[in-house]
C-alpha cells in the first residue's frame, strides 16, 4: 500500500511538472519579439595584421557595417583612401585604420615615414642574447648596455649604459656576403630611433666594443644614471667610486659651516633659585 502511494504521488509531480513546462514553452512561442534596427556605416578594417611600415593593398582591407552613432572620428569608408599608403603604427586583423596609424598620401610605404623629425633610423647587428632571445620587437623598448676597453687594458674594461628607452622600429634577418667565403649569411638586425647624438655614441659602442640590449617596460619612463662597472668592482676586489657631489656655491671651493664647541656649565641651586654658571679650570 505504501508502495502504491509513492508511485501515485511521483506520478502527479511529473505530470504537473510536464504540464508546466508545456505551458511555458507555449507561452514563450506566442511572445511577440520586437526587431530594433541600428543604423549602420560602413568602415573599412584590416583583412589581417599588418605590421609597421605595411604598404596596404586591396587584399589587406575589407568594409564591414559599423553602429553609424559609434564610429571613431577620422574612419574611412573607401578602401580606394587607403591603397597604397603605409602604416607607421601595427594594425591587427578587423581594427579599424585611422590617420594616426597612417603615413601621408605623399610619404610612401616603408620605414622613412615611420621616422619623426629630428631622429634617425639605425641599424645595429644582433644574436640571439643580444636581441633578448628574439622579445626585441617592434614597438619594444630597450636601454642599450656598451661594453669597451679603451685602453686595451683588460683593468679598464668597462660596461655602462649608454642609451635608455629607446624604441625598436624594425627587427628580422637580413642576407649579407661573408667575406671570406663570398657565400649569404642571415644576420639579425635590429633598427632603433635615436638622435644624431645618440647616433653617434651607438655607432661608436658597436664598432669598437660590444653592445648588449636590454628590455624595459614600456610604462617604465625612468633612466636612472649609472656610473658604469669595470672587472675589479665587480669581482668585490675594489671598491666602487662614490658619486660625485655638487655643491651650489659662488666660489670655486665647497662652504663648509663650522660651529663653536659647547661651553661646559655647571647648575647651581640655591634654595629655590636655580643658576647656570660656566664651569673653568684651575
Known amino acids: 500500500m505504501a508502495r502504491m502511494r509513492v508511485f501515485i504521488v511521483l506520478a502527479l509531480a511529473i505530470a504537473a511538472g510536464g504540464t508546466f513546462a508545456f505551458g511555458t514553452y507555449r507561452y514563450m512561442q506566442n511572445v511577440p519579439t520586437?526587431?530594433?534596427?541600428?543604423?549602420?556605416?560602413?568602415?573599412?578594417?584590416?583583412?589581417?595584421?599588418?605590421?609597421?611600415?605595411?604598404?596596404?593593398?586591396?587584399?589587406?582591407?575589407?568594409?564591414?557595417?559599423?553602429?553609424?552613432?559609434?564610429?571613431?572620428?577620422?574612419?574611412?569608408?573607401?578602401?580606394?583612401?587607403?591603397?597604397?599608403?603605409?602604416?607607421?603604427?601595427?594594425?591587427?586583423?578587423?581594427?579599424?585604420?585611422?590617420?594616426?596609424?597612417?603615413?601621408?598620401?605623399?610619404?610612401?610605404?616603408?620605414?622613412?615615414?615611420?621616422?619623426?623629425?629630428?631622429?634617425?633610423?639605425?641599424?645595429?647587428?644582433?644574436?640571439?642574447?643580444?636581441?633578448?632571445?628574439?622579445?626585441?620587437?617592434?614597438?619594444?623598448?630597450?636601454?642599450?648596455?656598451?661594453?669597451?676597453?679603451?685602453?686595451?687594458?683588460?683593468?679598464?674594461?668597462?660596461?655602462?649604459?649608454?642609451?635608455?628607452?629607446?624604441?625598436?622600429?624594425?627587427?628580422?634577418?637580413?642576407?649579407?656576403?661573408?667575406?671570406?667565403?663570398?657565400?649569404?649569411?642571415?644576420?639579425?638586425?635590429?633598427?632603433m630611433l635615436v638622435n644624431p647624438d645618440e647616433a653617434e655614441r651607438l655607432t661608436l659602442a658597436s664598432t669598437e666594443g660590444k653592445i648588449q640590449l636590454a628590455l624595459r617596460n614600456p610604462m617604465d619612463q625612468t633612466a636612472p644614471p649609472t656610473r658604469g662597472i669595470k672587472p675589479a668592482v665587480l669581482m668585490g676586489s675594489a671598491v666602487a667610486a662614490a658619486p660625485v657631489r655638487r655643491v651650489a656655491s659662488n666660489s670655486s671651493a665647497p662652504r663648509v659651516e663650522t660651529r663653536p664647541a659647547p661651553v661646559p656649565t655647571v647648575e647651581i641651586i640655591r634654595g629655590d633659585k636655580r643658576a647656570q654658571e660656566v664651569a673653568t679650570q684651575e
Open 34 to 191: 520586437q526587431t530594433v534596427n541600428v543604423p549602420t556605416s560602413a568602415v573599412v578594417v584590416a583583412a589581417a595584421d599588418l605590421q609597421l611600415g605595411a604598404e596596404l593593398r586591396a587584399e589587406d582591407l575589407r568594409v564591414i557595417q559599423w553602429p553609424a552613432g559609434a564610429v571613431p572620428a577620422g574612419a574611412f569608408a573607401k578602401p580606394e583612401e587607403l591603397v597604397g599608403r603605409g602604416l607607421i603604427q601595427p594594425v591587427a586583423a578587423n581594427e579599424l585604420f585611422l590617420p594616426g596609424k597612417l603615413a601621408s598620401k605623399e610619404a610612401g610605404a616603408g620605414l622613412p615615414p615611420v621616422i619623426a623629425p629630428g631622429f634617425r633610423a639605425l641599424s645595429v647587428r644582433v644574436n640571439d642574447v643580444i636581441g633578448v632571445a628574439g622579445y626585441v620587437l617592434p614597438g619594444t623598448r630597450v636601454d642599450v648596455v656598451a661594453t669597451v676597453n679603451p685602453t686595451q687594458q683588460a683593468t679598464d674594461i668597462t660596461s655602462k649604459v649608454i642609451l635608455t628607452n629607446v624604441l625598436v622600429l624594425a627587427s628580422g634577418t637580413k642576407i649579407e656576403r661573408d667575406a671570406k667565403d663570398n657565400k649569404p649569411v642571415s644576420v639579425n638586425v635590429v633598427t
